[in-house]
């Protein structure tokens, strides 16, 4: 079964928005006919559809009641093609974003990342001017929840001996720090179900 990645909310948008997003899918679809060889329904339909539809909101503008009832039930049964028109476009896309959007139609963002990713580059680490703080910062990820620092200035005791900062935002500062010393600094990203991904070492000097 295919991915649906065109999006449906075509009810909600008044007649004229209505027409003008199906004339520009008619314009896509046309424009990138090699992808889309055998549109269903065909553009010729949704090219009436979108005629019927115009002529309706064009007599509606009298405020008759009569006319008003055909102009809303044009715009349902454009509704309805363009539904159906999705579902060819969904097919034929088969989860292939960039198929999707040649057609004209929204395409639903692409699902956020649910893991960690492993970090590549240290902490971006700097002195302040104070001479006895260190600002450091880690580029977050999408499904990142938070951040562990880690801090020491005895870089070769192990890692559960280093001073702990839990649950932190990607920058931070570290205080009252001892002037001219060596520190060395790591992040540790958290992830959901308890994942966590700890990047290479920085080193600066207090």
Do not use: C
Request: proline letters at 5%; charged letters at 25%.
């Amino acid at each position: 079964m295919s991915k649906n990645l065109t999006t449906n909310g075509f009810a909600r948008l008044e007649p004229v928005m209505l027409s003008a997003k199906a004339s520009h899918i008619v314009e896509q679809m046309t424009l990138n006919g090699s992808v889309f060889k055998t549109p269903n329904p065909t553009l010729a339909e949704l090219t009436a559809g979108i005629d019927e539809l115009d002529a309706a909101i064009a007599a509606a503008e009298t405020g008759d009641y009569i006319k008003i009832a055909i102009r809303d039930d044009k715009k349902s049964a454009m509704v309805d093609l363009l539904q159906l028109e999705g579902t060819y476009v969904n097919n034929r896309a088969n989860g292939d974003r960039t198929i999707a959007l040649l057609s004209g139609f929204d395409v639903r963002k692409e699902d956020e990342p649910r893991n960690l990713q492993p970090i590549t580059t240290a902490p971006t680490v700097k002195r302040l001017a104070d001479a006895t703080s260190v600002q450091a910062s880690v580029k977050s990820q999408t499904a990142s929840k938070g951040v562990n620092w880690f801090f020491t200035s005895e870089a070769t005791k192990p890692l559960s001996d280093w001073t702990k900062l839990e649950n932190r935002r990607s920058k931070i500062v570290f205080d009252n720090l001892v002037p001219g010393r060596e520190y060395t600094i790591v992040a540790e990203l958290l992830g959901p179900r308890e994942q966590s991904q700890l990047s290479p070492r920085a080193t600066v000097i207090a």
